[in-house]
């Protein structure tokens, strides 16, 4: 798919990797709807993009993915400014293993939330024009990071979410392509101060340290490379691409249908 006037919406974009994912597809001429519960943070990145893209390239909406609501409300103003939605980047996400339900509340729920009033707008089945979800998930949704099983847990949600809705869209003929985006250590305000994050298990915090030693630290950017690919490549569905210092690999899940 070529980006060059599509519509996108980005989750969870005021920074880090959502504000990478953000800025790759206005540079491959997509218009973005950047949503964040952060507004300060979102209005001034709006400003700043605005200067470089142009004022008709870029919305905010303030936006918390744990309410229908908003997510409603963040839609539809976003299919009448841009004519439309063919982009979705479920990105929003924190990690806490104190506050668990509310990691789970906005890591997976948030992702189905808005997922499935995305398909109201972007299936073909409901008047929309198709398109591609993107995901965000992490490589603990692949291998568990023994220091935030419940982050684990979310994100391996979102891993077999993003997998079932995949068949579930072709079968359907929403016309919409799914995949989903396993980094691994990314440099942002999530790895940041994040001991007080782990709460009972932060006494396992060396055991992230030596996985962090072994598969490294990536940047946003990393990231947003292989947000475009799953984005633009036509043959990709259902696919979760991991991305670490290595470099990026697909992975391999079993298959039970042969
Ligand atoms: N940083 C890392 O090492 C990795 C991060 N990820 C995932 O990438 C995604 C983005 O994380 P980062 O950019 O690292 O984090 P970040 O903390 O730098 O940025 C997260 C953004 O999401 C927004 N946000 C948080 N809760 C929200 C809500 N309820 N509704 C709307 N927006 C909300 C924040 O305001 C912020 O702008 C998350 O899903 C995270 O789990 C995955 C693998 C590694
Ligand atoms: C192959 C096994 C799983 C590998 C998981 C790799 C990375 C995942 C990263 C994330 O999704 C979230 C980022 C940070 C994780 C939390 C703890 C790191 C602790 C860092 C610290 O104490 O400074």
Known sequence: MALNGKSAVVTGAAMGIGRAITEILLQNGAQVALLDVNKTAGESLMEELNKQYGADRTLFLSCNVESEEQIKAAFQKTAETFGGIDILCNNAGILNESTWEKTVSINLMGVIRGTYLALEHMSKLSGGRGGVII???????????????????????????TRAMATASAASGYGIRINVLCPGFVQTDLMSNITTRLGQFSHLADLAHQLIDKIGIIKVSDVAECLLE?????????????????????????????
């Not at 799953?230 to 043959?235: E, I, Y």
């Not at 259902?238 to 298959?255: D, I």
């Open 135 to 161: 995901n965000t998930a992490s490589m603990a949704g692949i291998g568990p990071l023994p220091t935030c099983p419940v982050y684990t847990a979310t994100k391996s949600g979102v891993v077999g979410f």
């Open 230 to 258: 799953l984005v633009t490549d036509d043959t990709k569905n259902g696919e979760a691409l991991m991305v670490f210092e290595k470099g990026r690999q697909y992975v391999n899940f079993p298959s039970f249908t042969q």
